[in-house]
């Protein structure tokens, strides 16, 4: 028979392994955002990049 004391810590274990959990997803969901915020600014820079070169490759076909 399991005792109102170890029931108890039973709930406090499981309690604190979802809190250690939830905080793990946490960051991974942070790293998520931080990974995809990156490779947005470098699809910003991809495509500035590609604007300015066919900018300057019209220009040199118009001379």
Do not use: I, P
């Not at 939830?22 to 995809?36: D, F, G, S, T």
């Amino acid at each position: 028979m399991v005792s109102l004391n170890d029931h108890e810590r039973l709930l406090e274990r499981r309690l604190a392994e979802a809190l250690s959990e939830a905080e793990q997803a946490r960051q991974a969901r942070q790293e998520a955002c931080n990974a995809a915020r990156k490779a947005y600014r470098e699809l910003e820079r991809c495509d500035s990049l590609a604007c300015a070169l066919t900018a300057r490759a019209l220009k040199e076909t118009d001379f």
